[in-house]
């Protein structure tokens, strides 16, 4: 009986901790970064889902890899989707209806939305910080904590360019939205062996 008390007791204290932070980010002036109600999606695969949508593909995946929109909240997806013009240092800009067009397919299959394992994986990762999401995959808390054992030897090789965001450079099936690390050869150095 006194498990049961404490145990409820944690679960509650947890709640608020965690509605405290999702407080906090409801705070700034875009409430489109919401955790939605992913928690309650059972995850399924593996991975993320892969992309599905061609103007997507085509318009974005023309200076890098197009990736899949379940690898960052909607909260980013609609910062980065309005910020086209000084797209980290790049012009991006694209025509109103395609931009439009772009913005939906990304918020609507955003992380908060899948129940990809991976998707779940970056949801949980932000969710411990009472910062907004970042703009980049490359900034999440999940993606710096599985990339951390990389040496900068490998990071600078030529075919990497001392960019982690070249996810198909390291990750042969990551346009299929499999990012497993059994399948990781990077490029100019080989299969990466733990
Ligand atoms: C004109 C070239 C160009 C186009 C077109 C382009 N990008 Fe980028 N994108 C860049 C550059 C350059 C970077 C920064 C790469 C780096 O330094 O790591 C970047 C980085 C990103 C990142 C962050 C990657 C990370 O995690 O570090 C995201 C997300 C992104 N782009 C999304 C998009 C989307 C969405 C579109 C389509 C609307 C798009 N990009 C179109 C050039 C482009
Ligand atoms: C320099 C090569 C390299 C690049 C570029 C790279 N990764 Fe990775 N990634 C790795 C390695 C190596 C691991 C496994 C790390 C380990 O075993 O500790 C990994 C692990 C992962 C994992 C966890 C896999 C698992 O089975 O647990 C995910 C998810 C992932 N990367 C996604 C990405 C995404 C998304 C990008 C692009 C934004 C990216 N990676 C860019 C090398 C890379």
Redesign the pocket.
């Known amino acids: 009986m006194k498990t049961l008390i404490f145990s409820t007791a944690a679960l509650v204290l947890i709640s608020t901790l965690y509605l405290g932070i999702q407080g906090a980010w409801s705070n700034n002036d875009d409430p489109s970064h919401g955790l939605g109600k992913w928690q309650n999606m059972k995850a399924r695969s ?3 889902a892969p992309v599905t949508n061609t103007l997507y593909a085509e318009e974005c995946g023309s200076c890098h ?1 197009a ?2 929109p379940g ?1 960052l909240p909607s909260f980013s997806w609609q910062k980065v989707m309005t910020g086209l013009a000084d797209h980290f240092g790049d012009n991006a800009e694209l025509d109103a209806q395609t931009k439009q067009q772009i913005t939906k397919y990304l918020t609507t299959h955003a992380a908060e939305s899948s129940n990809y394992r ?1 998707s779940r ?1 970056i949801m949980y990762s932000l969710q411990a910080t009472d910062t907004p999401p970042p703009l980049r ?2 900034d999440t808390p ?2 710096k904590r ?5 040496p900068n030897r ?2 600078n ?1 030529p075919k ?1 360019g001392g ?9 042969q099936r ?1 346009d299929k939205g499999s ?4 399948e ?1 050869v ?1 490029k100019g150095l080989g299969p ?1 062996n ?1």
Request: glycine share 2%; net charge neutral; aromatic share 16%.
């Open positions: 593996t991975g993320v890899f990736y899949p690898l991976r994986a995959i490359t999940y993606f599985e990339h951390r054992e990389i490998i990071i090789l990497i960019k982690l965001s070249r996810c198909n450079a390291c990750h990551a990012f497993n690390e059994h990781i990077i990466w733990d």
